[in-house]
Nanobody
Framework: QVQLVESGGGLVQAGDSLRLSCAAS????????MGWFRQAPGKEREFVAG????????YYADSVKGRFTISRDNAKNTVYLQMNSLKPEDTAVYYC?????????????????WGPGTQVTVSS
């Protein structure tokens, strides 16, 4: 098993940047592909970005491509989400998730472990 805790959320203005972190503990972090998801009020949880075990391949939702960057530091057991040029529609609770499969899935149901989430609010 792995335990996940997100941090770095907050209230920012449109155009600002934030970096989210997700610290993992438990089983070897490098055994997991990692994903970031978000959920806005009244909406389903949606895929934002994913990264393979080694960090060599990344995937992004079209809505964040070119603005967000996912990365990981396996020595620090941490995955990051750098968010630039934030928009009000990015407002949501952001979750990191871990999956012990080899490939990165965009479906939330494929992920086995989840953090409690961190709130990101972008004002216009």
């Amino acid at each position: 098993q792995v335990q996940l805790v997100e941090s770095g959320g907050g209230l920012v203005q449109a155009g600002d940047s934030l970096r989210l972190s997700c610290a993992a503990s438990g089983r070897t972090f490098s055994s997991y592909t990692m994903g970031w998801f978000r959920q806005a009020p009244g909406k389903e949880r949606e895929f934002v970005a994913g990264i393979t075990r080694s960090g060599g391949t990344t995937y992004y939702a079209d809505s964040v491509k070119g603005r967000f960057t996912i990365s990981r530091d396996n020595a620090k057991n941490t995955v990051y989400l750098q968010m630039n040029s934030l928009k009000p529609e990015d407002t949501a609770v952001y979750y990191c998730a871990a999956d012990d499969d080899v490939v990165v899935f965009t479906a939330a149901r494929r992920y086995d472990y989840w953090g409690p989430g961190t709130q990101v609010t972008v004002s216009s």
